[in-house]
């Protein structure tokens, strides 16, 4: 089975701790605005302190997708450096001839 990949949990669980203190409040009949205000800081504070380790694996995924191991070949590299070596094989040729 494949793994949930770090982002998608994280973003869930943030969801999460947005919606059920939002929820709840507005169960509480307060205003819906500042039921939505008073759940984001509490998202905020309960991500902060409890999603330690999630954040840190989305971080390390972005950073592992910004900077690869090795460097990505572009596509028309391969034909461009081909393009050069049969230039310099015709110019050592070419003087080859003459010299």
Not at 33 to 48: E, K, P, R, T
Request: net charge negative; charged share 25%.
């Amino acid at each position: 089975m494949k793994a949930v990949p770090a982002w998608l949990s994280y973003s869930l669980l943030r969801v999460l701790m947005f919606a059920v203190p939002l929820g709840v409040l507005l169960a509480l009949q307060l205003e819906w605005w500042l039921a939505a205000l008073v759940a984001a800081v509490i998202g905020l504070c309960l991500s902060y302190i409890f999603l330690r380790k999630p954040r840190e694996n989305v971080a390390r995924d972005l950073y592992a997708a910004r900077h690869p191991a090795t460097e990505p070949v572009h596509p028309d590299a391969e034909s461009e450096d081909a393009a050069l070596d049969r230039l310099d094989r015709a110019r050592d040729e070419q003087a080859g001839r003459e010299g």
